[in-house]
């Protein structure tokens, strides 16, 4: 059985930078595509960043492109998401969710695609 954990959350002024990680257990992390979603209080959890199992390519959502980096170590069985020029807007709990691809690497997008979920780590921005 899979397992993420998620840190690297907390409270933060409008401008400022965290970087979030998610560390990978009981399964091999370099044939898993990672990605990060975010739910905000009154709203459905929502994407924010993915990457292919090697790393090689990322996507984003349209509100944090040119702010957010979504970057791997498969050494360290870790992912990350470096959070730069952040706004209130982005006040949200933060999920990292990990999919198997086998021996193919495709980014994977939508929420129901992924297996594993992590609890959250919750990010404040302060205005």
């Known amino acids: 059985q899979v397992q993420v954990v998620e840190s690297g959350g907390g409270l933060v002024q409008a401008g400022g930078s965290l970087r979030l990680s998610c560390a990978a257990s009981g399964g091999s992390f370099r044939f898993y595509a990672m990605g990060w979603f975010r739910q905000a209080p009154g709203k459905q959890r929502e994407f924010v960043a993915a990457?292919?199992?090697?790393?090689?390519?990322?996507d984003y959502a349209d509100s944090v492109k040119g702010r957010f980096t979504i970057s791997r170590d498969n050494a360290k069985n870790t992912v990350y998401l470096q959070m730069n020029s952040l706004k209130p807007e982005d006040t949200a709990v933060y999920y990292c969710?990990?999919?198997?691809?086998?021996?193919?690497?495709?980014?994977?997008?939508?929420?129901?695609?992924?297996?594993?979920w992590g609890e959250g780590t919750q990010v404040t921005v302060s205005s």
């Open positions: 969710a990990a999919r198997s691809t086998g021996f193919s690497d495709y980014l994977v997008t939508r929420e129901n695609d992924y297996v594993y």
């Open positions: 990457i292919n199992r090697s790393g090689g390519r990322q």
